[in-house]
């Protein structure tokens, strides 16, 4: 599958590149973005806040293309489309219409964010209402994001609607833009062999044929064969299938932008191979390919590779190297999918064969013996239940092990407290300049200084970390402001500026920090019950401080006693 770039012109044509690099989005101050090296310095957000969103655009495709910083990327196209509205102009509608593409491909290719990348698609495909001459590069789109998901989950149903969205694009792309019908074709013939239904492109094949030819245009002699050579596996003709691709191959540039052409070319060619018999041929050829995966970061490209490894090993009788081929297949691939989805969804393929065993059983019933039929009933049984306690088994299993990681890194942040708190007053010192044009139209009639905030945010603060009184169920925001000396306003103001929380939830997070350190201190609170603690540090009721203690930590406070148990001990 083609993927795309981005430059000046909108929804540009997609060029190969560097794809799919694995990286964690963090949150990025109030713009809600990833939080990278840029990210920590809020004096680069003010500098990108300032900038016209054409600026924006082009910053965040030098950041993809050039320098590949996610990130930052991811930053740019943000805040680019916080100025998205439905009445705007047609000029500014286009620009939106770069950054929401821009901030898809960066969501789907960079970020494995699925929801997100497809929100992105959902407002792309409201501006293509008003902008009908774009439709076909955001159907594109569509089925490129289906086509991901179905390669990286293996849900042909998936393929089927990439298909659909293909062929749309395809018959909405004026011959004129012959680029973007080079890439729809590409991903059409593509998804068109994986389902099968090769033959259902007869029609667009005869329009792509007429096209006019372009000098130099290799990618319209790559589509040519790519066609032929499909048609041809189609028809099981492999060897001449085989001879298509090589001839695919050669006719790539050798230059960076195309090395995902020429994996897709060498997996063909390995494909055909195998289809012959020619297994070790494949493998030798499926090396070649995932040496340019990994050049390229190409994580799908990689999966892709380690699967028909697996096949050909397996097929070869080389147990050994097939069980490492799927061992790393599987590894990749629980860093790229959602793990418990993918188990949900394996769970369910399971139950879903023992259905079909168990019918078949009945409908040979009357064939079988009483004794016979009781007997396979049992194994099914004794199947399905071994199967369902070796899933809970090796859930209960990861749910053990992250949830001692949660509370190791809370007992971490307990103990680092004071100086993660010193390093947070200096960020929220530099936070307060960054947000001030955010706050303002909240707090437009305060007349409340800068000096002023800084100063009652040191007493507030002294007051959280120092008065026990905070832990009394009667503590409120009035009460902190008498001794702070000031006024409810002020103080909820300083803290929803400074904290961007109200004062429900700043109070909270230092009563659940308390909290955590009663129930760790094993030798002074182990006599307590948990809802003993709750009262201790103001919690009026056992289910809001359960709500409240896990929104902090991650775990429920039994979980965290029997951690704290464990490691006392």
């Not at 006719?251 to 070790?280: F, I, K, N, T």
Request: overall charge positive.
């Amino acid at each position: 599958m083609r993927q795309p770039t981005f430059s000046k012109s909108f929804f540009s044509p997609l060029k190969q590149g560097q794809l799919l690099l694995f990286l964690l989005l963090f949150p990025c101050l109030s713009l809600g973005v990833a939080n990278g090296n840029a990210a920590r310095q809020p004096a680069f957000y003010n500098y990108l806040q300032r900038l016209p969103t054409n600026q924006l655009i082009a910053k965040a495709a030098h950041y993809v293309e050039a320098t590949d910083n996610a990130d930052s990327a991811l930053a740019c196209y943000t805040i680019a489309t916080s100025r998205y509205n439905s009445h705007m102009k047609e000029q500014d509608l286009r620009l939106m219409g770069q950054a929401f593409t821009g901030k898809w491909y960066v969501y789907l290719f960079n970020f494995y964010d699925y929801p997100k990348a497809y929100e992105s698609l959902i407002t792309l495909e409201e501006i293509a209402a008003r902008l009908p001459d774009i439709r076909s590069r955001v159907y594109n789109n569509f089925g490129i994001f289906y086509q991901t998901l179905a390669e990286q989950g293996g849900d042909r149903r998936q393929d089927s609607l990439a298909l659909s969205y293909y062929r749309k694009a395809f018959w909405l792309t004026s011959a004129a833009d012959g680029n973007t019908l080079d890439l729809v074709f590409t991903n059409l013939v593509s998804v068109a062999e994986r389902v099968g239904k090769m033959g259902s492109l007869r029609r667009e094949w005869l329009r792509y044929k007429w096209l006019p030819q372009t000098r130099g245009n290799h990618y319209r002699l790559y589509n040519y064969r790519l066609y032929e050579a499909n048609l041809l596996m189609a028809q099981r003709r492999y060897a001449d299938a085989e001879r298509v691709f090589a001839s695919q191959l050669r006719g790539l540039p050798q230059e960076e932008s195309e090395l995902r052409y020429h994996y897709s070319a060498c997996a063909d060619v390995a494909r055909a191979q195998a289809a012959q018999g020619h297994y070790a041929d494949a493998i030798a050829t499926l090396t070649k390919a995932l040496a340019i995966a990994r050049q390229q970061n190409m994580k799908d490209a990689e999966l892709e590779a380690y699967r028909l490894m697996m096949d050909a090993y397996a097929a070869l009788g080389d147990s050994s190297r097939a069980e490492q081929s799927r061992y790393r297949y599987l590894c990749l691939k629980d860093t790229l999918l959602n793990y418990q989805q993918l188990t949900g969804v394996n769970e369910l393929r399971f139950l879903n064969q023992m259905r079909k065993f168990d019918e078949q059983i009945q409908a040979n019933e009357h064939k079988r013996q009483t004794q016979q039929m009781l007997m396979l009933i049992a194994i099914g049984v004794a199947l399905v239940v071994g199967v369902l306690l070796i899933v809970l088994w090796r859930k209960n299993r990861r749910l053990r092990q992250s949830n001692a990681n949660l509370y190791d890194k809370t007992v971490a942040m307990l103990r680092d407290e004071e100086e993660a708190r010193r390093r947070r007053e200096e960020l929220e010192r530099q936070l307060a300049e960054s947000n001030k044009a955010a706050a303002k139209e909240k707090y437009q009639t305060s007349h409340l200084a800068e000096d002023n905030k800084t100063g009652l945010m040191e007493r507030i603060r002294e007051v959280m970390e120092t008065s026990d009184e905070i832990y009394t169920s009667g503590f409120s925001c009035d009460r902190l402001a008498q001794m702070v000396g000031s006024n409810y306003k002020y103080v909820s103001q300083v803290i929803n500026e400074t904290r961007h929380c109200n004062f429900s939830a700043f109070l909270n997070e230092y009563r659940i920090k308390e909290a955590c350190k009663r129930i760790s201190d094993t030798g002074a609170y182990g006599n307590l019950t948990i809802e003993a603690i709750s009262n201790s540090v103001g919690f009026k009721s056992r289910s809001s401080f359960v709500a409240a203690f896990k929104r902090f930590t991650g775990l429920t406070p039994s979980e965290y006693h029997r951690l704290a148990m464990i490691r006392n001990t």
